[in-house]
T-cell receptor, first 113, second 115 residues
């Protein structure tokens, strides 16, 4: 069975600063995919970034980047130059072939002006 | 266009009512999903449809009845619900189901309250 753990229920960051959200996962599969989703309060869940496990290069998407450590089964999300609009619940998720997402418990990110 | 739409946005129903939630996507995706999300919790998968056929039912009670009339539409029929069924119901879609893994795109959800 897969498990995804987000050890930080809440995080806060000052506007314009950098914050890192942690995620660890456990799977016996060699082929899998990792995702970070963002869910702002009362708004739609959107994909932030996606990483294929077979790719060694860390995915980046503008101010968002990941640190993918396959051996350690770690997949952290770094948000640079934090903005007020980044305040949201962030979910780390993992999928093996078959598209079934296993979500972590979420990290609530607060951004202070 | 990565839009998944859901109606209604909010729904209040009694335990004896019958209601339906609707989800629509026009991205040509062939897999569609229903999730249930309680406050401050991650989404929990309920059902998966692939090519309009039910592929996964995560042991959901029969008072929830999914339907996929065509490749763009997904319904969730509700009957004799319990107050503990109150939650945000999310629909999602992806290009396909299987390998390789396709990104799931989520709708805004229907906030359901059962009185």
């Amino acid at each position: 069975a897969q498990t995804v753990t987000q050890s930080q229920p809440e995080m806060s960051v000052q506007e314009a600063e950098t914050v890192t959200l942690s995620c660890t996962y456990d799977t016996s599969e060699s082929d899998y995919y990792l995702f970070w989703y963002k869910q702002p309060p009362s708004r739609q869940m959107i994909l932030v970034i996606r990483q294929e496990a077979y790719k060694q290069q860390n995915a980046t998407e503008n101010r968002f980047s990941v640190n993918f450590q396959k051996a350690a089964k770690s997949f952290s999300l770094k948000i640079s130059d934090s903005q007020l609009g980044d305040a949201a619940m962030y979910f780390c998720a993992q999928a093996n072939a078959g598209n079934m997402l296993t979500f972590g418990g979420g990290t609530r990110l607060m951004v202070k002006p | 266009d990565t839009e998944v739409t859901q109606t209604p946005k909010h729904l209040v129903m009694g335990m004896t009512n019958k209601k339906s939630l609707k989800c629509e996507q026009h991205m040509g995706h062939r897999a569609m999903y229903w999730y249930k999300q309680k406050a401050k919790k991650p989404p929990e998968l309920m059902f998966v449809y692939s090519y309009e056929k039910l592929s996964i039912n995560e042991s959901v009670p029969s008072r929830f009845s999914p339907e996929c009339p065509n490749s763009s539409l997904l319904n969730l029929h509700l009957h004799a619900l319990q107050p503990e069924d109150s939650a945000l119901y999310l629909c999602a879609s992806s290009q396909g189901w299987g390998a390789p893994v396709d990104t799931q795109y989520f709708g805004p959800g229907t906030r359901l309250t059962v009185l």
